[in-house]
């Protein structure tokens, strides 16, 4: 790792002033992203300002028709949620899949949305319940946030609070593990909340989470996996690598998008 | 360099270090307590696992900045007296759950993360899944998982 100084403010608004006063430092969270890349000497920050003593960043709300989510919230906490598990399941699914107990120990909702892996989890419950995520100055929509990968709407200096799930009547989250590394070599997380469908899909695509228009289409006369029966969608914009083919991912999408259905219809 | 104080194994330590010190050097390195080990750059093998404030973690991706006020426990710390073993290292000996020796500090941690989360009583299914952080490259887990079981028994006692 290369030295850098480090900061540990006890509110988030603290931690905003001394990202504003040190260019080129990085937030901390679970660092379990941070962390090895920074190992790796593949990021260099000048400072890190830790948000582990920020306890006005951690919690579980239910908040009228909402789940709110304190950006500093473990994925393990989260999966074990009571109110999360009682009002919107298919949402617990997303993070008691990420990594190993000990990543799940650590490692947060605000850190896995900021980073926006194309292959993390959350973007996915993100973009597939139609999540706001809060920030210190403003609230942007998952559909707005995501904009490729390894990148998000996100300004310098601008902190995620808090994320908010509205919850939806059904939903759940099916993921095909990459057997060595546990990221999702493709995820799809399907909701219905009225008639606001939504098919959102990690690990596939060559610009990171996406929808799937024509599922959601087929889906609105019933929300069913026999709605979308055989469809595809094509190989092409899909990611291709050692570990599967465009072709092999696109064919994913299709049979993991059933069975999430078949799981939110359960 | 910062200073950090905390507490490990019970006693309360105090070390000027350098900010980038990860907790696991600052185990290694500055206490001498090098029974917790490094098997990776890329947080994914175990062998480095500790209990923070007793919940287990990679101890290769925290800094031991961050521990300023935490209470740690390695694998030096969980044996009753000096001659006596914890129950659970107890199980993974009378299994044979080790060869080289190199992973088990980290099973253990996680096999006792496993108990406080799970119980005492453990399936061979749920075992594997939970053990799904630490990576072994002697055994073929097999008597691994066998020790987890009978020591999470052996703990309920
Ligand atoms: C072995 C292993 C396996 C893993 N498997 C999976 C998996 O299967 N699926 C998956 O989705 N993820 C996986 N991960 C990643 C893990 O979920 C990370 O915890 C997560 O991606 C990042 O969260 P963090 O809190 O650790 O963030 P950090 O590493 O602390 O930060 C990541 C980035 O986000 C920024 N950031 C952090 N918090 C905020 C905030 N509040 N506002 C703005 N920016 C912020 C940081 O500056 C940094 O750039 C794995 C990690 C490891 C080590
Ligand atoms: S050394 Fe920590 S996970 Fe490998
Ligand atoms: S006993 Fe050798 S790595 Fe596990």
Redesign the pocket.
Known sequence: MYSFSYFRPTTARQAANLLAKHPDA???????????VMKQRLAQPSALID?NACED?AGIELKGRSIVIG??TR?ADVANSQVVKDALPGLAMVPG????PQ?RN???I???I??N?P????PAACLGLGATIVTNKRRIAADDFFTGMFSTA?EEN????KVMFPIAKKAAYEKF?HPA????LVGVFVSKRGSDIRVAVTGAGSNGVFRVKSFEEALKKRFSPKSIEGMTIPASGMNSDIHASAEYRAHLVGVLARRALAKATA | MPKVSMTVNGKPVTGNIEERTLLVQFLRENLRLTGTHVGCD???CGACVVHVNGIAMKSC?LLALQMEGASITTIEGIAPSPTELHPMQEAFRENHGLQCGYCTPGMIMSALDIVRRKGHDLDEHTIREELD?NICRCTGYHNIVKAVAAGARAMAK
Do not use: C, M
């Not at chain 1, 590394?181 to 999702?184: D, E, I, L, N, R």
């Open positions: 990085k937030l901390l969270a679970g660092g379990h992203s941070l962390i090895p948000l960043l950006a500093l994925h899949a990420i990594g190993d990543v650590r490692g947060t605000g850190g896995s900021a980073n892996d292959n993390a989890d959350y996100l601008e902190i995620i609070t593990k590394s546990g990221f999702a | 890329t947080s994914q991706t952080g």
